[in-house]
């Protein structure tokens, strides 16, 4: 059995099928591997590569299991602990879609910061549902490794949680699992090595101890302060304050004291001590100091800060004197011995950034410039004493837990209502905020308290095996992993501008000497020059990557948390550009554990989404070749697809609907199912809905296999009623499916719906065209006249809901008279005469379009009918008209293109199937 490297001098091991004498041997052997690699140009051009020395990679780097680059025994990792695929092996799994509610108190997941984390106790679910031991389970944003940490726990999880998820899921098959980690930022990677290899703790807790307290004693001059009287006491914060300019008197204003007092809180207008004049705050321009910079050896300006307030260990407080200055001065020559980083920011002069701001980060050009220069000495002194140290890499993580959080110029000291004598509220989150009152906190103390927090993180993982791998690189080029080689995908990328990882982690970077290479970072950045069409296709191609490399009929798992539309949109263009097909979307609520369905009406959520998809298997690959365009593809993949989705969901009481097998869903999976494949799709929207009433059974408007219904008939026993979502419409598309829902639960008149759908109706959207309920109604429903049968739908109603009604024929004249003039949801054949009606109206209303811009109209659209667009995209794309479609898309905005996941996908297939350039 192969050992991992956690086994550090306990006699011999084996790795990848090699044995060594002690774990330094086999440490030694694959780093000599590693940096003869390393000599090799070609390895150095894999995308992501990071910026550091060949000494420094080393250094990080804990081969084969984990590099600081991208990692070349990945294929020997896969090897040697992965399986085959072997189509003949069954695999079927639905989607996980239960609730799922983790807090965020784990000592693992509290240990050290960073910008995002699932935590590994809600990601062992999916692990414990899609996989089986032994598995290789691919994260290929991996962040701080929970992904890995999930994969090893699922051996032996603590007691309390093991009974939970024992009782949620009884059929959970307990046993590592084997991670696959990648992730473009070095300071993730470290972070996640750390995570994944166990260690000994009580040694290394003596140790983090001993070198902790030398440098102690070395800075106590630096945190001691003696009155004369008393003994020296130590500094346990100092609080420092911008300095601000009168813009009537030119003298300077000290925040502290005038523009925010204790026990009083913010003042604003800010009065001048000098002149007496009131300015807004916002007014204010910074004052600036000029000093020699020792560590550049040139003179800087930059906005001045002085110390003002401080508190110590002892608990008494006084106001910042002379000497607290002259100490600080002292800090800054003693730090610029010691060599920390002094590297410019990104590279870039100033702005060097999306989170660059002109005002407070004037001047701040290198990474020194966030620190304090007693923080600067202190983060040196300990950074320098550690990396002497044998468990050099897990006594830095400590100080990686607070370089750029609460060990940084951007430590907040907070006075207002709810905390009138101040108090540490740590940094802004996703941004190098410097706030006006910063909070220098006890460097010394700050490692003595993050050490204790990384210990009982290390203690939950002592008993992992630590076999994994891990590699430094982007997800857009692993072309190194073999194709079908991963059991499982779980995944939580970028999402947009939602956070700057480059940015952010550059601080903490510089100081382990490599620094990501953000050439491939999928983000929205405008110093990057990276715009949503950018983000999108760096997405797609890590999604394509994904999807070679999963064993076909496998799953995919993705978390998303952005609540722009755009975003949304872009996420789900790509996985299907990728080949994936969704079947299964959730909003997941950490705490709560609450799931809506919401995001299938309105294109966006504020909360997380959990996205369940799958690489179809190779039969049904293989037979939609021979099948493509014909009526006998089109059912082929419906029923595959219907395999793959969830039966039966409920909470409180309710059973949900279950969005993904309705029909109009249902649809657009066909649709883009074709498109992204570049067939075409031979069946219109109403034949469609005709043909899944002839081929499956349907359940309160959702679509099952006759093997399925069995099952949900039995569970849907169990419950009270069926949960149906609440929403506003905001367009024609939301309107009709709103309209629908109250009709199918009661057929009314056009009074009755009127009032009601003047008050349901949202903030329709600017762009679109509004519609009159006439003519919705006269689009995609039916009014009974009065004559003939009444309608079954009508009929059900009207004898469900009177007693005098009911067993009376459909020609019975107080049925008749009952039902006149009530409007009701058709059965999919006369649906089909309506779809074809409407169709007719939305192409008319299309060539408008296409007009717009001749004979000196002007080009571009600024209200019109969203569905007219989508109409005529999918008629041009089955004319293989691309051009129709470039030229129209043109015409919209952009933000509503980018935020229409249909739109999108005819405008990227046109794009993509007449070679041109949008």
Same mark, same amino acid.
């Given at each position: 059995?192969d050992h991992?490297?956690g ?5 011999? =091991?084996?790795?990848?099928g090699m ?6 041997e086999r ?5 000599g591997?590693l ?6 140009p070609e ?6 590569f990071?910026i550091?020395?060949d000494?420094d990679?080393l250094?990080l780097s804990?081969?084969?299991y984990?590099t600081?680059?991208?990692?070349p ?9 992965g399986t085959p695929?072997?189509?003949s092996?069954?695999?079927n799994c639905?989607?996980?879609a239960?609730?799922v ?15 995002t ?5 809600a990601?062992?679910?999916f692990l ?6 032994g598995?290789?389970?691919l994260d290929?944003f991996?962040?701080t490794?929970?992904?890995g =940490?999930?994969a090893?726990?699922?051996?032996n999880?603590?007691a ?5 998820l ?7 098959q ?13 300071f993730a990677?470290?972070i996640a090595h750390n995570?994944?290899v166990p260690?000994n703790?009580s040694a290394?807790e003596?140790?983090?101890k ?10 106590q001059w ?7 009287q008393?003994?020296?006491?130590e500094?346990?914060l100092? =609080?420092?304050?911008?300095v ?5 008197c030119s003298r300077d204003?000290v925040?502290?004291?005038n523009?925010?007092?204790?026990v009083?809180?913010e003042?604003?207008?800010?009065p001048c001590p000098?002149?007496?004049?009131k ?5 204010l321009?910074?004052r600036?100091t000029t000093?020699?910079d020792?560590l550049?050896?040139?003179?800087i300006?930059q906005p001045?800060q002085v110390?003002?307030?401080v508190?110590?260990?002892r608990g008494?407080e006084r ?7 002259d100490?600080?001065?002292k ?7 010691l060599?920390?980083p002094?590297a410019?920011?990104m590279f870039?002069?100033e ?5 660059y701001?002109?005002?407070y980060?004037s001047?701040v050009t290198?990474?020194h410039h966030?620190y304090?220069?007693?923080q600067l000495l202190? %983060?040196a002194?300990l950074?320098?004493?550690?990396g002497s140290?044998d468990n050099s890499?897990?006594?830095?993580l400590?100080l ?7 060990g940084?110029?951007?430590?907040r ?8 004598n101040g108090?540490i509220?740590?940094? %802004?989150?996703n941004c190098?905020?410097f706030?006006?009152l910063f909070a220098?906190?006890?460097?010394i103390?700050?490692a ?6 990384i210990?009982?993180a290390f ?16 997800a857009?080029?692993?072309d190194r992993?073999? &194709?079908a080689?991963v059991d ?6 970028p999402?947009g501008a939602?956070?700057?990882y ?7 970077e510089?100081w382990l000497?490599c620094?990501?290479n ?10 990057q020059?990276?715009?949503e069409s950018?983000y ?5 191609s890590c999604l394509?990557q ?7 009929g496998?799953?995919l798992?993705?978390e998303?948390h ?5 975003i949304?949109?872009?996420i789900?263009?790509s996985l299907g550009?990728?080949?994936?097909v969704i079947a299964?979307v959730?909003?997941?609520?950490k705490?709560k554990?609450?799931?809506y ?5 309105s294109?966006?959520t504020k909360q997380?989404l ?5 690489k179809p298997?190779?039969g049904l690959?293989d037979?939609f ?10 059912w082929d993949?419906?029923r595959?697809h219907?395999?793959q989705?969830?039966?039966f969901?409920?909470?409180?009481g309710?059973a ?7 029909n109009?869903?249902l649809? &657009?999976r ?7 494949r570049?067939?075409?799709l031979?069946?219109?929207a109403a034949e469609f ?6 081929r499956?059974?349907?359940r309160?408007?959702?679509?099952f296999?006759p093997?399925?219904v069995a099952?949900y008939?039995?569970k849907?026993m169990t419950v009270? &009623?069926?949960?149906l979502p609440e929403f506003?419409p ?12 109250l009709?199918?639960a009661?057929?009314?008149?056009f009074q &009755?719906?009127?009032p009601?759908?003047?008050r349901?109706?949202?903030?329709w959207?600017?762009?679109?065209k ?6 919705l109604l006269?689009q995609?429903f ?5 004559r003939g049968?009444?309608?079954e739908q ?6 469900s ?7 009376l024929?459909?020609e ?5 008279a009952k039902?006149?003039?009530?409007w009701?949801?058709?059965d999919p054949n ?6 074809k009606?409407?169709?007719?109206? %939305?192409?008319?209303?299309f ?8 004979s000196?109209?002007?080009p571009?659209l600024?209200v ?11 008629k041009?794309w ?5 051009a129709t479609?470039?030229?129209?898309a ?13 739109l999108l996908?005819w ?7 007449s070679?041109g350039?949008?």
């Amino acid at each position: 059995m192969d050992h991992g490297p956690g086994t550090r001098d306990q006699g011999p =091991v084996s790795c990848l099928g090699m044995t060594f004498p002690n774990d330094e041997e086999r440490r030694k052997h694959f780093l000599g591997l590693l940096a003869e690699k390393l000599k090799d140009p070609e390895f150095r051009k894999i995308e992501g590569f990071p910026i550091g020395s060949d000494e420094d990679l080393l250094a990080l780097s804990d081969p084969p299991y984990y590099t600081a680059c991208p990692n070349p025994f990945i294929a020997d990792f896969i090897k040697h602990y992965g399986t085959p695929y072997d189509p003949s092996m069954p695999y079927n799994c639905e989607p996980f879609a239960a609730d799922v509610s983790e807090g965020k108190s784990d000592p693992v997941y509290t240990a050290h910061s960073y910008h995002t984390k699932v935590p590994h106790q809600a990601i062992m679910r999916f692990l414990l549902h899609y996989t089986s031991p032994g598995d290789i389970v691919l994260d290929g944003f991996c962040g701080t490794g929970m992904t890995g =940490v999930a994969a090893q726990m699922c051996a032996n999880p603590p007691a309390e949680l093991r009974a939970t998820l024992q009782a949620e899921m009884p059929s959970a098959q307990w046993g590592a699992r084997l991670p696959l980690l990648f992730d473009l930022s070095p300071f993730a990677t470290f972070i996640a090595h750390n995570y994944n290899v166990p260690i000994n703790v009580s040694a290394f807790e003596l140790e983090l101890k001993r070198c902790i307290e030398e440098v102690a004693t070395d800075l106590q001059w630096a945190y001691s302060f003696s009155d004369g009287q008393a003994k020296s006491d130590e500094i346990s914060l100092t =609080v420092w304050s911008d300095v601000f300019i009168c813009p009537n008197c030119s003298r300077d204003i000290v925040f502290w004291g005038n523009g925010v007092k204790r026990v009083i809180g913010e003042i604003d207008p800010v009065p001048c001590p000098h002149c007496g004049s009131k300015n807004s705050k916002g007014r204010l321009e910074h004052r600036m100091t000029t000093f020699f910079d020792p560590l550049l050896q040139r003179t800087i300006s930059q906005p001045r800060q002085v110390p003002v307030f401080v508190l110590h260990n002892r608990g008494h407080e006084r106001e910042a004197n002379g000497r607290d200055s002259d100490v600080v001065a002292k800090c800054l020559k003693q730090a610029a011995e010691l060599h920390p980083p002094i590297a410019k920011m990104m590279f870039k002069d100033e702005p060097w950034g999306d989170v660059y701001r002109a005002g407070y980060h004037s001047g701040v050009t290198h990474v020194h410039h966030f620190y304090n220069p007693r923080q600067l000495l202190a %983060l040196a002194s300990l950074w320098n004493r550690f990396g002497s140290s044998d468990n050099s890499r897990r006594m830095r993580l400590v100080l990686t837990s607070f370089i750029s959080r609460n060990g940084f110029r951007g430590n907040r000291f907070v006075i207002n209502k709810h905390n009138p004598n101040g108090r540490i509220n740590g940094p %802004l989150t996703n941004c190098l905020y410097f706030p006006s009152l910063f909070a220098e906190q006890n460097m010394i103390e700050l490692a003595r308290s993050k050490g204790r927090a990384i210990i009982r993180a290390f203690s939950a993982i002592a008993q992992f095996q630590g076999r994994y791998c891990l590699s430094t690189e982007s997800a857009t080029g692993i072309d190194r992993l073999p &194709d079908a080689s991963v059991d499982y995908i779980f995944v939580d990328p970028p999402f947009g501008a939602n956070i700057m990882y480059s940015e952010m982690n550059f601080l903490t970077e510089s100081w382990l000497g490599c620094v990501t290479n953000n050439c491939s970072e999928a983000v929205v950045n405008d110093t990057q020059h990276k715009d949503e069409s950018t983000y999108r296709s760096l997405l797609t191609s890590c999604l394509k990557q994904f999807y070679r490399v999963l064993k076909p009929g496998r799953w995919l798992t993705m978390e998303f948390h952005n609540s722009k539309s755009s975003i949304w949109n872009a996420i789900q263009t790509s996985l299907g550009d990728a080949g994936f097909v969704i079947a299964d979307v959730h909003t997941l609520d950490k705490q709560k554990g609450t799931v809506y369905q919401e995001y299938y009406i309105s294109g966006a959520t504020k909360q997380d989404l959990i996205i369940s998809c799958y690489k179809p298997n190779g039969g049904l690959e293989d037979r939609f070749k021979l099948e493509a365009g014909t009526a006998k593809g089109v059912w082929d993949f419906v029923r595959t697809h219907l395999k793959q989705l969830p039966r039966f969901v409920s909470k409180d009481g309710q059973a949900e609907v279950l969005a993904e097998r309705q029909n109009y869903l249902l649809f &657009d999976r066909l649709v883009a199912f074709h498109v992204q494949r570049g067939v075409t799709l031979p069946l219109s929207a109403a034949e469609f809905y005709a043909g899944l009433v002839q081929r499956f059974s349907e359940r309160d408007g959702m679509y099952f296999l006759p093997e399925q219904v069995a099952e949900y008939d039995q569970k849907r026993m169990t419950v009270q &009623d069926i949960a149906l979502p609440e929403f506003a419409p905001v367009d024609e598309l939301s309107a009709i499916r709103w309209l629908q829902n109250l009709l199918k639960a009661k057929p009314q008149t056009f009074q &009755d719906i009127h009032p009601q759908f003047l008050r349901g109706i949202g903030g329709w959207q600017k762009h679109e065209k509004p519609l009159e309920l006439s003519e919705l109604l006269e689009q995609n429903f039916l009014c009974y006249d009065g004559r003939g049968l009444v309608p079954e739908q009508i009929h059900a109603y009207l004898s469900s809901n009177w007693k005098e009604l009911r067993n009376l024929p459909k020609e019975d004249e107080s049925l008749r008279a009952k039902g006149k003039d009530r409007w009701y949801v058709p059965d999919p054949n006369k649906a089909g005469d309506l779809e074809k009606l409407r169709e007719r109206s %939305l192409l008319r209303e299309f060539e408008d379009y296409r007009a717009v811009g001749a004979s000196g109209r002007s080009p571009k659209l600024k209200v019109f009918r969203l569905e007219a667009v989508r109409a005529g995209f999918k008629k041009a794309w089955q004319e293989r008209d691309y051009a129709t479609i470039i030229t129209v898309a043109r015409k919209i905005p952009e933000n509503v293109l980018q935020e229409d996941p249909k739109l999108l996908m005819w405008y990227d297939q046109a794009v993509t199937r007449s070679g041109g350039d949008s």
